[in-house]
């Protein structure tokens, strides 16, 4: 059984930082792409990043040069450090991955205000 579990989120201000990890269980880890998304109120949810089990990651253009995925595959963990948050940041962030089927952690909050 898949199971993945965020951690990290928390209310930060404008300009700070955090970093979200993604314990990941149930499957070959190393093998499978793991992405983050995130869901504001009333949006629809979004890819943010990306990475292959090679390492190649993709980034949203909202997030881009402020928010890195990385992944220790010695630790099944996926990683997302985002800095210079913004305000409209603010959301719910999930882990995901797909093994057949769509497998999500229970999101964590980000809150970016002042």
């Known amino acids: 059984q898949v199971q993945l579990v965020e951690s990290g989120g928390g209310l930060v201000k404008p300009g700070g930082s955090l970093r979200l990890s993604c314990a990941a269980s149930?499957?070959?880890?190393?093998?499978?792409?793991m992405d983050w998304y995130r869901q504001a109120p009333g949006k629809q949810r979004e890819l943010v990043a990306a990475?292959?089990?090679?390492?190649?990651?993709n980034n949203a253009d909202s997030v881009t040069g402020r928010f890195t995925i990385s992944r220790d595959n010695a630790k099944n963990t996926v990683y997302l450090q985002m800095n210079t948050l913004k305000p409209e940041d603010t959301a719910v962030y999930y882990c995901?991955?797909?093994?057949?089927?769509?497998?999500w952690g229970q999101g964590t909050q980000v809150t970016v205000s002042s």
């Open positions: 990475i292959t089990p090679a390492g190649t990651t």
């Open positions: 149930g499957l070959n880890f190393r093998a499978y792409v």
């Open positions: 995901h991955t797909r093994r057949g089927a769509d497998y």
